[in-house]
């Protein structure tokens, strides 16, 4: 199985400063034939399902705000919000794709500093 | 409007069966593939089961197999999960998800708001 981890666990940034998520699987998650690595991020606030944020690890979702955005390949990636709303607590985990069984990572949750 | 609503939850004690139903709508239900995902209690996701558009390939997680059979009926656009010799660990409020593809290895674009297993004596 492939295993994902994240770093940090959690982390709390100022409003309109930038949070960085990192994600990290135990194998490549980059397809060689499309060249497009299996990997999304999602955000799921309290009380709520989760919401796809990025897939295909940098294609945004539509209707996703642009500050969010999806970086990496093989085996490691980065969420980033460039700046920080209220609207974004919430605990972001990240997915492969790429193989069965198709494993989450741990999630990392974000506060406001 | 795409939306997806799960029903079937509820308690059961150690050894039962359930099945979860999720109704769809708003999409071509046999276009795009369609998962199950579980969330314990304070805990993480935990992906369970998918079944690509066309209901020809399924996969499970390895603490289900055996256990648990996702099935899909394109005459209700709906997705099943049938669940036998229920664990205490499989308490978990389970989600249905639509998949971006037809095919299973795809992200989950659109989810249910979820319904709530609990196992127990």
């Known amino acids: 199985d492939i295993v994902m981890t994240q770093s940090p666990d959690s982390l709390a940034v100022s409003l309109g400063e930038r949070a960085t998520i990192n994600c990290k699987s135990s194998q490549s998650v980059l397809y060689s034939s499309n060249n497009k690595n299996y990997l999304g991020w999602y955000q799921q606030k309290p009380g709520q399902p989760p919401k796809l944020l990025i897939y295909?690890?940098?294609t945004r979702e539509s209707g996703v705000p642009d500050r969010f955005s999806g970086s990496g390949s093989g085996t490691d990636f980065t969420l980033t919000i460039s700046s920080l709303q209220a609207e974004d607590v919430a605990v972001y985990y990240c997915q492969q794709y790429f193989s069965v069984p198709f494993t989450f990572g741990p999630g990392t949750k974000v506060d406001i500093k | 409007e795409v939306q997806l609503l799960e029903s079937g939850g509820g308690l059961v004690q150690p050894g039962g069966s359930l099945r979860l139903s999720c109704a769809t709508s708003g999409f071509t239900f046999a276009g795009y593939a369609m998962t199950w995902v579980r969330q314990a209690p304070g805990k993480g996701l935990e992906w369970v089961s998918a079944i690509s558009g066309s209901g020809d390939t399924a996969f499970y997680a390895d603490s289900v197999k055996g256990r648990f059979t996702i099935s899909t009926d394109s005459s209700k656009n709906t997705l099943y999960l049938q669940m036998n010799s229920l664990k205490i660990e499989d308490t978990a409020t389970y989600y249905c998800?639509?998949?971006?593809?037809?095919?299973?290895?795809?992200?989950?674009?659109?989810w249910g708001q979820g319904t709530l297993v609990t196992v127990s004596s």
């Open positions: 998800a639509k998949g971006l593809i037809r095919s299973c290895y795809g992200g989950l674009d659109y």
């Open positions: 295909w690890a940098s």
